[in-house]
């Protein structure tokens, strides 16, 4: 069956850094575009950083550019994301999404979550 497992969350001062990881498996992951959300407390969830299939192009929220780097490695079905100069208010739950353009309906799937807390 199809499965997003994402790691490498945890408590993290201000300024520090984390690397998270989402291992796949149950579908061809080199045919999906690959994203990161959030969602903090009381808030909703928000588009984090994405990448195309191949890698080729990547997005960003303006509130992490320049901070944080999506990066996949489809020889090992697993997407990263890099944190780093974080920040108190980038705590929240991150959540991996695979994400595939199909007709009638695209095809969606999601982790579990891997909370990160910025605080001193």
């Known amino acids: 069956q199809v499965q997003l497992v994402e790691s490498g969350g945890g408590l993290v001062q201000p300024g520090g850094s984390l690397r998270l990881s989402c291992a796949a498996s149950g579908f061809t992951f080199s045919r999906y575009a690959m994203n990161w959300y959030r969602q903090a407390p009381g808030k909703e969830r928000e588009l984090v950083a994405g990448?195309?299939?191949?890698?080729?192009?990547?997005n960003y929220a303006d509130s992490v550019k320049g901070r944080f780097t999506i990066s996949r490695d489809n020889a090992k079905s697993t997407v990263y994301l890099q944190m780093n100069s974080l920040k108190p208010e980038d705590t929240a739950v991150y959540y991996c999404?695979?994400?595939?353009?199909?007709?009638?309906?695209?095809?969606?799937?999601w982790g579990q979550g891997t909370q990160v807390t910025v605080s001193s």
């Open positions: 990448i195309t299939s191949t890698g080729g192009s990547t």
């Open positions: 999404n695979a994400h595939l353009w199909a007709w009638p309906s695209p095809y969606d799937y």
